[in-house]
């Protein structure tokens, strides 16, 4: 497939089961939940081979494997898939992924590996089947991430969970299923291992932290003859190893029993929890329940064993999130003996250039709580009462789960410079500093993206690990680079959430009701509230016990989650409610109560926790008894008070009954509680609560509050010439890094402890000036060591000249540059004594007349203006920016990277020229004069611009229209079809009698005239130059898929006819513009042009400078007077 690529999960989804279900083609039969086709990509290739092996003589029966990979181009992704089956029907090529459980008999394995830029996905599922008999089904799933090396995991059969909000666990359990169409007995089982978490291990809460194990099994089997005489044996264990804190959890059931037709003859039944861990923390906790069911009387007896307790204190973390300290230069590139500081090593400092940029790496993003130092202006504001993160990528500092969790915050960070003598500190002032766009995930698309953080110090760049990739991140999730140049324009408003009727549940019998938040995707400013409800009848709570001692003669339902046929209400739909406490049948109570039922209120209390604004209940109820539904919500600013809500939707719901949503008035107001009061006769149902909670309000407030900040820091770097994307370092200087975190931990229903704080520090040196003339090494040498510095190493920073090497015609009047990668090339010469210039040095002079040159310095340095020697990132970004403002709309200002140096030299026509970078010693500095960079050479044009070879031509670009200078007298022959090339043009020439045609010695043109009768036709014109009439611009990139040339020309018209046939020469140095159908010119002949300056803006793209020139054309040629 070309201009096409592999498909990526789409965020949050299950990387294996996305690969599982994708197929290249559709399938002849539709598969709903299948990935199917290749997504574009502009300039991906994807290649595919596939083969079928199988036994011979009974056709593959015996054994077939089908085997497939796809590989897609540029940015390596490969993707190889197996297929295997024994004593089975083989696998057909038509038939991709097949489901391993639909074979009948035999056994089958599918194998599938994926390498993307991002990561490795492996999995397996083998079956096997003997009809009637046995089913076995293992699957194995794993994901290896390049961009975390803790988000890793391997799955031996999985238990279908997953954390709140994100998806659940693939690919399923183990399987082992004896007679599975008679009994349907057997096991299940799973053995899963994180690298990093694994959250609600099997269901129950259990969350484990760091390094994870997890395992789990259940075995179902029945003996004997049901449903006379048989036992019956239910067991399963789950249990769970964590590493931060090392904790072992374990759950673990077994339930037995023997039976006799209707008669239980022994049961027995055991729960076991147990926690070993952190520390010394040990509990255990068993259940054991015995019981005999005599079908009229059952004795039932449970005893409970319980040895140490729960803990609920906190401990200790073990380690900070700050796992690495390195030095890079500006491509993210690791220096050469700075790839990880050791803490405290002063010793053994490593030495960098004073533009090398320290990034700090965390496995948990930690949150802000900066003291003063060098980075706290540049990367928090304060907002709220505290200090936030400038920008959308620092964490949250939360790791953990919802049982323990800690949140992580960095509480300094400084950079000194140190005296080696003395150890004297001298602070540094305000320094620049950004959080990194996270490798795994975008968090200013507003999604929660936990994990792994970096923190690049000296720099305003946060993204520049996508230069290193060949399609500039448009396959990194989210695809940040599109999204930065619209970044400062989003808002983040706070969401609310759900909690459901349906998703309630209770400790006990006695306990309320509590309904948990629905499991959706979190954002930023998500909201995260509980839902505890009660009911009272006069005060007391509506529970079996109350009921059962009230003695009433008539039969009540308790409530609870109760499915629903599908409900639509308040923009959602709801398949169950929580059914209040109500009685069942009407009909049983007599009728000196039901009016007293009617007139009394059972009051069922939903508190929130939180308080919510926003607020709304969705509600069910009887028709009948609607006009008795009272609701009320509690403000938190009056606790003692309530208020009535309102119904603000009514509408028809399931069993004849009606669905209502109900809402303060003031929406603002935040709410402690509703109140729902309706006769215990009526049938009422909680279908859900929705709310916003203060912190997701004030999460959003600071979201946008740190957007803004950021977008007013990159306006202030933008806006000096060139931007200035870091400060740079003292050559010679010994420095210290210092960096401090603290950690609060937090059990929940437990206090909180607080840790730290854990100060680190990192030493590092830059390279001391030169003390005597450097020994100049091989000009194309490329220097990656920075243990000293030489201005001939800063080739590296060299993106290039224009114009190119080897140039030819180029215009005097344009402007020469050299290009570069960075914007600090000038700044850091000067720091070692060097002045940065480009010479212009004319190489076809006499011998005794040596051209001297023409310097121009660092004064004519601005952004990049050669867009397309960029990296593909910076292209892409030059792109988003160029589509925002082509419709209309204003960019973020971002920053820009790399530089160059234009300079505007007085070239002579016709002449050669040498071009390259020069590095003088600066006054006073030491060391020998600087080097010279690899430069280029090149060649101009004898028209000083554009312009000038219009005029050459013969036409008028401005002021009195000239008249066309040559006519000549041509053949009718008919010519047919455009065509470059030197054969395409002699053929029309020949056709039109001009054979043989003398080479032009100047621009000109010629109007080609035919007789028709008395009269005289325009049958062409024939445009030539000793140069070429067209001049390519820059090649096609990211930012210009279509760069318009240097110079071309794209149109020629005339009043009374068309040229409609287009013919030129192989150089381009003649034009021949035809007209099908000869005609009597009733006008000027007028050219169009198309000239791009060689030398853009990558803020005015597109730009394009069309040129019109008019050349006056008779109604007959001249030569029509020499002939009569």
């Known amino acids: 497939a070309i201009n096409g690529t592999l498909p990526d999960p789409p965020p949050g989804a299950d990387p294996i089961d996305f690969q599982l279900q994708w197929r290249p083609n559709p399938p002849p039969a539709p598969l709903p939940h299948a990935h199917v086709g290749v997504p574009p990509q502009l300039g991906g290739l994807v290649l595919g081979l596939g083969a079928v092996l199988g036994t011979v003589p009974d056709l593959g029966y015996a054994f077939s494997t089908k085997a497939m990979i796809a590989a897609a181009l540029p940015d390596l992704t490969v993707r190889a898939a197996l297929e295997a089956t024994f004593m089975n029907e083989p696998p057909k090529m038509a038939v991709f992924n097949d489901d391993p459980s639909t074979s009948d008999v035999g056994a089958r394995i599918i194998g599938l590996l994926v390498i993307g830029p991002h990561g490795i996905d492996l999995a397996l599922r083998g079956t096997y089947d003997i009809p009637v008999l046995l089913h076995v089904v293992v699957p194995v799933a794993a994901h290896f991430s390049f961009d975390d090396a803790t988000d890793w995991f391997l799955h031996v059969g999985a238990d279908g969970f997953g954390p709140s909000g994100g998806p659940a666990r693939g690919p399923g359990p183990v399987q082992v299923v004896v007679l599975p169409r008679l009994l349907n007995e057997g096991a299940f089982g799973y053995l899963m291992l994180h690298g990093h978490d694994l959250p609600n291990l099997g269901g129950l809460g259990m969350n484990l932290s760091g390094f994870s194990v997890g395992f789990g099994f259940a075995i179902n089997f029945v003996a004997g003859g049901v449903p006379v005489l048989y036992a019956e044996l239910d067991a399963s264990l789950v249990a769970g190893i964590g590493t931060h804190p090392v904790v072992f959890l374990a759950h673990g059931t077994l339930d037995a029993s023997l039976h006799l037709g209707p008669f239980t003859l022994g049961g027995i039944q055991v729960t076991i929890d147990a926690e070993v861990g952190p520390g010394s923390h040990q509990w255990l906790s068993a259940d054991v329940c015995g019981e005999v069911d005599l079908w009229l009387v059952t004795l039932r007896g449970c005893i409970s064993l319980t040895t140490g307790s729960k803990d609920l204190s906190v401990p200790d973390p073990g380690t900070f999130p700050l796992t690495r300290v390195s030095l890079v230069d500006v491509a993210d590139r690791e220096l050469d003996g700075a790839g990880s500081l050791q803490d405290g090593n002063r010793d053994g400092a490593p030495t960098v250039w004073p533009d090398a940029v320290p990034v700090l790496e965390f496995s948990t993003g930690p949150d802000c709580a900066l003291n003063p130092g060098s980075f706290l202006n540049s990367l928090s504001i304060p907002a709220g009462g505290r200090r936030i993160w400038v920008g959308p990528y620092g964490g949250t500092g939360v790791y953990g789960t919802d049982e323990l969790q800690y949140t992580y915050t960095l509480t300094s960070l400084d950079l000194v410079q140190v005296d080696p003598a003395t150890g004297a500190e001298s602070p540094l002032g305000d320094l620049p500093a950004q959080w990194q766009l996270p490798r795994h995930g975008d968090p200013s698309t507003g999604k929660v993206v936990p994990g792994a953080r970096e923190l690049a110090l000296l720099t305003w760049e946060r993204l520049p690990w996508t230069r290193n990739l060949l399609d500039g991140g448009a396959s990194v999730p989210d695809d940040p680079v599109g999204g930065l140049a619209n970044g400062c324009h989003e808002h983040v408003d706070p969401t609310p959430s759900w909690d459901l009727g349906i998703d309630a549940n209770r400790a006990s019998a006695s ?264 020994q100049v090494s091989p000009r194309r040498t490329i220097f990656r060591a920075q243990d000293n510095f030489d201005p001939s190493y800063l080739e590296r920073y060299q993106l290039g000249y224009t114009p190119d090497d080897k140039t030819a015609y180029w215009f005097p009047a344009d402007p020469v540059a050299a290009h570069f990668s960075v914007d600090h090339v000038a700044p850091l010469a000067e720091l070692y004594g060097h002045k940065l210039t480009v010479r212009v040095t004319r190489t076809d002079t006499p011998a005794a007349q040596p051209d001297p040159g023409q310097s121009f310095d660092a004064s004519g340095m601005v952004e990049l203006v050669a867009i397309d020697r960029g990296s593909p990132a910076d292209q892409r970004l030059v792109a988003a920016v160029a589509t925002i403002r082509a419709a209309g709309e204003a960019p973020c200002a971002v920053p820009g990277s790399g530089s160059s140096l234009v300079a505007g030299p007085l070239l002579a026509k016709q002449a050669h020229y040498d071009l390259d970078v020069f590095f003088p010693t600066a006054p006073g500095a030491p060391g020998a004069p600087g080097p010279a960079l690899p430069g280029v050479v090149f060649s101009t044009s004898r028209y000083q611009d554009p312009g000038d070879l219009l005029t050459q031509l013969g036409f008028s670009v401005a002021g009195p229209v000239p008249t066309v200078r040559g006519d000549v007298r041509v053949q009718a022959t008919p010519i047919v079809g455009n065509g470059t090339g030197d054969s395409a043009l002699e053929d029309a020439l020949a056709r039109l009698g001009l054979t043989p045609w003398p080479n032009a010695p100047v621009a000109r043109t010629s109007a080609l005239w035919v007789e028709s009768g008395a009269d005289w036709l325009l049958r062409g014109v024939l445009m030539e130059a000793p140069e070429p009439l067209f001049r390519p611009g820059p090649p096609p990139s990211a930012a210009e898929k279509s760069p318009p040339p240097r110079f071309g020309i794209s149109s020629l018209s005339c009043s009374g006819g068309t040229f409609d046939v287009v013919r030129q020469n192989a150089s381009r140095t003649a034009l021949l513009w035809l007209a099908s159908t000869p005609f009597v010119p009733a006008g000027p002949l007028v050219l169009q042009v198309v000239a791009r300056p060689p030398l853009v803006d990558p803020k005015s793209l597109p730009a394009t400078t069309t040129l019109t020139g008019s050349c006056q054309v008779g109604p007959v040629p001249p030569f029509v007077a020499d002939i009569a």
């Not at 303060?664 to 109140?675: K, Q, T």
């Open 511 to 774: 306990q309320p009701w509590s309904m948990p938040p629905e499991t959706v995707p979190l954002r930023i400013a998500s909201s995260r509230f509980d839902v505890s409800l009660e009911t009272t009848l006069r005060g007391v709570p509506v529970t079996a016990q109350l009921v059962y001692q009230s003695g009433l003669p008539f039969a009540w339902d308790l409530g609870g989650p109760a499915p629903l046929p599908s409900v639509s209400l308040a923009r959602r739909t709801f398949g169950g409610h929580l059914v209040l406490p109500h009685v069942v049948d009407t009909q049983t109570v007599p009728d000196s109560l039901h009016n007293q039922l009617i007139d009394q209120r059972a009051v069922s209390r939903l508190d929130f926790g939180p308080p919510l604004i926003d607020a709304l209940v969705c509600i069910t109820s009887d028709v009948s008894l609607l006009e008795f539904l009272h609701v009320q919500g509690v403000p938190a600013d009056a606790s003692d008070t309530t208020v009535d809500w309102n119904f603000v939707e009514d509408a028809a719901g399931p069993n004849n009954g009606r669905v209502r949503t109900y809402a303060p008035d003031d929406h603002a107001r935040a709410w402690l509680a509703v109140e729902i009061a309706y006769p215990p006769i009526a049938s009422v149902g909680v279908l859900g609560v929705r709310g916003t909670t203060p912190a997701a309000v004030q999460a959003a407030a600071n979201a946008n509050a740190a957007n803004e900040a950021a977008a007013k820091a990159d306006q202030t770097v933008a806006a000096t010439v060139p931007p200035k994307l870091r400060d740079l370092l003292q050559p010679g200087s010994l420095y210290k890094l210092t960096v401090g975190l603290t950690c609060i931990g937090q059990r929940k229903g437990g206090d909180s402890k607080t840790f730290g704080p854990n100060v680190s520090t990192y030493w590092f040196k830059t390279a001391p000036l030169p003390a005597a003339a450097p």
